[in-house]
């Protein structure tokens, strides 16, 4: 878990978004990487034909999540985004490709290096089967409360 604290940043955590679909939604945020100097120009697009080629949502207990990424040339500085949405936008569904999830949290990993990805993956994973903190990260009414809910899984497993 302590891999994933070195990648948040309080500029890239997203709150109560509201959003019509995946693809406003992924362009939106690839801009705001592209604009805070984390990833190259271009990173929306490769993010959203990834996307369309390999879905990323996932049901989860208490909500579906999404977890998208591009490719790791467009990586300058290691990063997740999180985005809390509103209301939910349809991603298609990384286990059954036919179908669609209604995704209220969004993690967008930006990486660069591959090792590390399935590492990082396994690490947000794992966040998705703790009830407890996906239910807390979706009630989350600011920045810091996101921060103190990694910062206690952090904590938790030290303990």
Request: with cysteine; glycine share 6%; hydrophobic share 45%.
């Amino acid at each position: 878990m302590n891999l994933l604290n070195g990648l948040l940043d309080d500029e890239l955590i997203f709150l109560k978004l509201k959003c019509n679909s995946k693809e406003q939604l992924l362009g939106w945020l690839g801009n705001e990487l592209i604009e805070k100097g984390y990833v190259l120009q271009g990173y929306e697009k490769a993010l959203l034909e990834r996307e369309a080629l390999y879905p990323t949502g996932l049901v989860t207990t208490s909500c579906g999540v999404a977890i998208p990424h591009a490719e790791p040339s467009y990586v300058i500085k290691e990063r997740i985004a999180i985005a809390i949405l509103e209301d939910g936008v349809a991603f298609g569904n990384m286990g059954a490709l036919d179908e669609e999830v209604l995704v209220r949290v969004v993690f967008l990993l930006a990486l660069n290096h591959s090792s590390q990805h399935l590492e990082v993956l396994q690490a947000v994973t794992s966040l998705f089967q703790n009830e407890a903190f996906m239910n807390n990260i979706q009630k989350a009414e600011t920045k810091e409360d996101v921060l103190e809910l990694f910062q206690s899984i952090l904590l938790e497993k030290r303990g």
